[in-house]
């Protein structure tokens, strides 16, 4: 690293970091080293791959590829392996008939030579396993790390590595959209997206959910549990298959055909990747291939996750370095994701992995020994090798840290990621919830958690994710109606207080946070209308049970229930988003946080989104400042009666400014506010409308 810093390499852009936060001079050299260490060891590959390309898809030349003449080209990293074999259907399960050659490096390779109808030795469809003779002697049955396509057969308790390489395969018809100005994400499960109590498929997710995505104002789909685990109630979280796309919902031309529709309709697709840490399994994961807990992973407790219970890959090696790299570019270039959410981030950068940390935000919390830089350079060359060869595409890191730059450019010492997730504010909302009466919420404190963030580094906002739909958690919908959602939802009952307070107070969280909150949005399915109770996989606990693992749509499309009106005001909140753009504009001018009125006013994107929390008292002539002049109009009322209202605000009203300053703006205009209501005003004057 010395050497490095001394032959001159420095961050090329950190001064326009320092001066945006002059609190992180201190720190500058620490910045300089981890610049210097991604700049080695891009230059490491450069040198001896021939360049990052080559080496980030090591997936065309390891695990099993078919050669042009019809043979197989086999290759595997196993160092600690004594001998390595190749078995499978294609030679009757004769676990020695075929041995890899060993190479350098720990490295082994194999070249089956076509059948003598030129056709590959391995058929479509047929079962493999790589044998390995250990140091010790033991012979072990795995499967390739590089397997494309794994599957549980009938009964059976481990998953099997089967051939994929179908005569006819999927090709796409339709380009990858545009990277979305404005972001709005709806964060999916395939197997969970259908109201039956059993696993859902990808066809079931192209041709039901996609519509409804599409419908619903959202752009980007964020697809949760793709890359393979063997335990369904992981939640995809334990990872055994990393290049296989989970056969549990169908083929991997299934899943082909999913992202090439929802191109089609002009969704972007994402894929919620593991990359910080891996399943222990080792009949059908990753865990000691060669037989030695340090393939991959970091030997002894370093490399045991405490909590999780899983495997945690030792990023510092060369072969960790082209495995993962390799599997970013295998889902883009083979499936078409436009991008990945990073799981975990947190987990990965530090070496007590968040671990009983209660992150302040001081600065010394986020560099010393205590960061694990390996891990931190894989990310910064994993969004260098992501941005370098797919421009559009997009990354998302999920850390609750706070590590500051992280979504900053690499040129600056930043992490390279393009948004961060905002995960302080669902917490605040259920803290708000859970803790305080309605006459007690206050303003400023939700103002500061929805503003507080590091400024030119995009955030991802969110009232609620897939984490607070979980077993032992509650959605925001439960927390504030919870038993009375199974007896008063339907519209031909009467409107109860709770069911009332509800219905509002959720669209209120939802419109502040997402155009308050960051640069970009997410919803978790279903979460949209409110969907009851919680998620719960399948596992002996609940016997098995399928009844929490779906997600019933058909609730918001039944028009005597009154989750359709939550659904609606979701789908136009996202439309009024889609037109004027507030994601993509600058963050918001704060005109008013109240406390004793419980009102939030502020102005994004020329749009005056005005907030009344307070349970009971309404406001009349109630002035708000507004920085542009001219004619307004209510363009989103959360009080309309299709959205549940109580349809107190007359949309036929005009609201003309006045030149009398307020709240620092220029202007200012007079409106009535009714309690537990929020609109949003747009400017009607010529030219202040979008097209």
């Known amino acids: 690293m010395a050497a490095a810093v001394a032959r001159g390499v420095s961050v090329p852009e950190l001064p326009r970091l320092l001066a945006r936060d002059p609190y992180l001079a201190p720190f500058a050299p620490d910045f300089q080293r981890r610049y210097a260490l991604f700049h080695d060891r891009l230059k490491n590959i450069e040198e001896n791959e021939g360049g990052l390309d080559t080496f980030s898809k090591s997936y065309k030349t390891f695990g099993v590829n078919r050669l042009v003449d019809g043979g197989l080209y086999c290759k595997e990293w196993a160092p600690e392996a004594e ?13 020695f008939s075929h041995p890899y050659k060993k190479m350098d490096y720990g490295k082994w390779e194999l070249f089956i030579p076509p059948g003598q109808d030129g056709f590959s030795p391995v058929s479509h469809g047929s079962k493999l396993k790589v044998v390995i003779r250990s140091k010790n ?6 499967i390739s790390p590089w397997a494309k396509y794994v599957a549980r057969v009938n009964s059976n308790v481990n998953y099997d590595w089967i051939h994929w390489e179908p005569p006819l395969p999927y090709l796409r018809k339709h380009p990858q959209p545009k990277k979305p100005k404005s972001l709005r994400i709806y964060e999916s499960h395939v197997g969970i997206a259908s109201p039956e109590g059993k696993v859902a498929s990808y066809k079931n997710f192209t041709y039901n959910i996609l519509p409804k995505i599409k419908d619903l104002g959202y752009n980007c789909v964020q697809l949760m549990a793709i890359m393979e685990h063997a335990y369904y109630a992981s939640f995809g979280y334990q990872i055994t298959s990393f290049f296989a796309a989970s056969s549990r919902y169908g083929t991997p031309d299934d899943l082909k055909e999913l992202i090439d529709i929802a191109h089609s309709l002009g969704i972007t697709v994402l894929l919620d990747v593991v990359h910080s840490h891996a ?12 037989g030695t807990d340090s393939c991959f992973f970091h030997s002894g407790p370093r490399g045991t996750h405490s909590l999780w219970d899983s495997r945690l890959f030792d990023y510092s090696n060369w072969e960790v370095l082209r495995f993962l790299l390799s599997n970013l570019r295998w889902w883009i270039e083979e499936y078409g994701f436009d991008g990945f959410r990073f799981d975990g981030v947190t987990s990965m950068i530090y070496h007590n992995h968040g671990i009983g940390t209660g992150f302040s935000g001081d600065y010394h919390e986020y560099f010393g020994l205590h960061v694990d830089e390996d891990a931190l350079i894989y990310l910064i060359m994993a969004n260098h090798m992501i941005h370098l060869l797919h421009p559009e595409s997009i990354t998302v890191a999920e850390d609750v840290s706070g590590m500051p730059a992280l979504c900053c450019p690499i040129a600056q010492g930043g992490g390279g990621f393009d948004y961060r997730l905002a995960m302080a504010i669902p917490d605040k909302w259920i803290q708000i919830i859970k803790e305080l009466k309605d006459e007690d919420w206050n303003m400023g404190n939700i103002v500061h958690t929805l503003t507080n963030r590091r400024y030119e580094e995009k955030y991802i906002a969110y009232a609620e994710s897939h984490d607070q739909a979980l077993v032992g958690d509650k959605t925001l919908a439960f927390r504030l109606m919870d038993a009375e959602m199974y007896t008063n939802m339907s519209v031909l009952s009467a409107l109860t207080p709770v069911i009332d307070r ?29 969907h009851p109770e919680w998620l719960d996989f399948p596992r002996k606990g609940n016997n098995e049970s399928y ?9 918001a499309d039944d028009h005597i229930l009154r989750y359709r009106f939550l659904n609606a005001f979701d789908r136009d909140m996202n439309k009024l988003e889609e037109r004027f753009g507030w994601l993509a504009s600058p963050p918001a001018f704060v005109t008013e946080n109240h406390e004793s009125n419980k009102v939030i006013i502020f102005e994004r994107a020329n749009l005056i989104f005005i907030f009344n929390f307070h349970p009971s008292k309404s406001y009349t002539e109630y002035r708000v400042g507004a920085e542009t002049p001219g004619k307004y109009k209510i363009a989103l009322d959360s009080d309309a009666p299709e959205y549940g209202g109580h349809q107190r605000l007359d949309h036929n009203t005009e609201y003309f400014t006045e030149q009398y300053s307020h709240n620092y703006r220029s202007n200012s205009l007079l409106v009535y506010i009714p309690s537990r209501v929020a609109f949003v005003l747009q400017n009607m004057d010529e030219g202040m409308i979008p097209n």
């Open 83 to 95: 001998a390595v074999f190749l078995t499978g259907d294609f030679n009757g399960w004769n676990p």
């Open 137 to 142: 002697g033991e012979i072990l049955y795995r």
């Open 279 to 290: 399943s222990n399994n080792s009949e059908d994961g990753l865990n000691k291939f060669d």
């Open 502 to 530: 509800g219905i509002q107070l959720h669209k209120m969280i939802r419109l502040i946070t997402h155009a308050l909150g960051g640069e970009g949005y997410l919803n978790f399915m279903g979460n949209e209308f409110g």
């Open 547 to 555: 009844h929490y693992a779906r997600r019933q749509f058909h609730l």
